[in-house]
Each structure stands twice: as C-alpha cells, then as structure tokens.
C-alpha cells in the first residue's frame, strides 16, 4: 500500500489566499494595513532564506513588512530594547524574532520581551498559559499548521490514538495541547520514553518533532495510520524528516513529505496568526 501525499505546498497556497482575502477586507475596514516584524540576529544563512521568505509573503497577501537585522554581537539589553521598542510601536502588530539565537543571547529573555499581543509565534508564556488554558490566543505557527493539514485532510480526531514524539515548548507539547482540544487521546514521547517504536505503533495520528533524522521507520508506523513529519534536518543530500518516509508511506494511509509538507504551513500560519493579532489590536485598542 501507497501511503496518500499530503501536499503541504497547496494547503498552504490555500491558506495564503485566504489570508489576502481576509487582508484586503480589513484594510477596507479599518483604513490601515497589518504589519509584520522580523528580527533577525546575525547572518546565519538558513535562517536568512528563511526570515526573507517570511518578508516576501507577507507583502505578497498585502500586509507591510518591517525588518530588523542586527549584527551578531548586538548586546542583550539592546535586542531587549528593541524588542520592547516594537512591542510599542502601533504600525506593527505582529513580531517574529528568528530562532535560534546567537550562544550569548538568552531567547528565553527575549521571548518574554515580546508583546504578548504581537507575539505571533506564540511563544510567550501568556499564549502558552492561555493554550494549556484552553483559552482562544496567538497559537505557535508549526502546531496551528499541523492542525490545519489534519483538517483539510479530513482526519477524525475525535477519541483518535494520537502519539506526538517531542515535547518542545515550539512544537511537541502545544501540538499535543491542540490535538486534545479536537478530543484525541494524546501520548507524548520524548527522549526517554522505553519503547518508542512501540508507543507510536499505537497511533491513528503520528506526529513526529524530534530533529533526528528518520528516526522512525515502518515498525513505527500503525497500518493506515496518518503521519505528519515535522522534522527539517540538513543532511549532505539535502533535507530529511524525522520519519524514513519511503519505509513509513508502505504502512501509512497518508504521509507529509519533507520537503513539502509541514514547512510551507508553517509561514502560512504566521501570516494568519499577524493578521488575527492585528484583528484583536484594532477591536481592543
Ligand atoms: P527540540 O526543541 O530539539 O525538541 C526535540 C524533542 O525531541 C525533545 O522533546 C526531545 O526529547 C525529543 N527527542 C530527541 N531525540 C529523541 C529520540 N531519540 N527519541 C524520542 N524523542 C527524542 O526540537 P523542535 O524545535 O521541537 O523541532 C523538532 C524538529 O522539527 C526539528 O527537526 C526542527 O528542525 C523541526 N521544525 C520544523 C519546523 C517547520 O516549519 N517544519 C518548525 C519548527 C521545528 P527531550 O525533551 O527528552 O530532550
């Protein structure tokens, strides 16, 4: 059995469509246009290619992008500052501080820094408490992406086994959050869970975030099982999941590629969750 491709790239194109709709709508509303702050610490060139795709999707659904770029040695205080500064500037409504940071810059602090109302990544400990809370807020972009594909697919989660292997506070534990908000049965696996393939042979929906490359093979995978890969690792040969996805998509009813597959959602959930941020600015400001 062929395991179905789940097209990340076109639910995120779906996704993008709507947010420009939705976009030209509130400009048309309000009179002003959301904007979108990055920072970005360094020159990293992963994180350059990505924070530059995030700039030009934002113009492209009609939302004004503003960036920041300081050089690697910036001293904490001063990324606080401006972290702070934009926490207060009223042409920004969302803030995207580009992790990981460089070694001497504590991201934990600069999380905290940010406006919980820009905090369009979801990161800072408000969303997370109004997340575990079970309180509507700015949800991180990878889970709220995850949920998305789920949907489109049509995937039933209600009383659904779901197994998620990581417990980051940017992915594992607010996917987990999520999938038992739609009512799953949620298990979280981590690095010293005892039988993990076995663990996860139990899922109807097996969410991998884990950062190994193709950790988990077909005695991972339930037949028919749905599996969302959301590991990005950088090989010699170019980018692999955390799930072996020619071994997984035999057992799998549906699969994410990698490329493909989470990644694109994730932007596309940053766009939406900017626009939601402005939303809530206008009507409570
Ligand atoms: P992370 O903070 O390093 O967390 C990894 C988690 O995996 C930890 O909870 C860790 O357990 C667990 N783990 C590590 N080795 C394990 C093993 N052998 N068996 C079981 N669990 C193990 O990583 P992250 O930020 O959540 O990211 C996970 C992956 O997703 C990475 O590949 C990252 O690049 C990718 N990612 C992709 C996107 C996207 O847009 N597609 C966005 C974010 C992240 P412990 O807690 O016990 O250490």
Known sequence: MAARVIDGKAVAAAVRERVKVDVAAYKEET?????????????????EIYVSNKRRTTEEVGMRSIHHGPEASIREEELLDLVRELGEDDDVDGILVQLPLPAHLDSDAVVQAL????????????????????????????PAGVMELLAHEGVELEGAEAVVVGRSKLVGVPVARLLLQANATVTICHSRTRDLDETCRRADVLIAAVGVPRL??????????????????RLEDGLAGDVDYDAAAEVAAAITPVPGGVGPMTIAMLLSNTLQAARIRTTSG
């Open 115 to 142: 406006n919980p109302e820009k905090d369009v990544d979801g990161l800072t400990p408000y969303n997370a408490g109004l997340l575990a809370h079970g309180t509507p807020g700015l949800v991180p972009c990878t």
């Open 216 to 233: 988990l093979g077909a005695e991972a995978v339930k037949p028919g099982a749905v599996v969302i890969d959301v590991g990005m690792n």
């Open 31 to 47: 009179g002003r246009t959301p904007g979108l702050a990055t920072v970005l610490v360094g020159d990293d060139p992963a994180s």
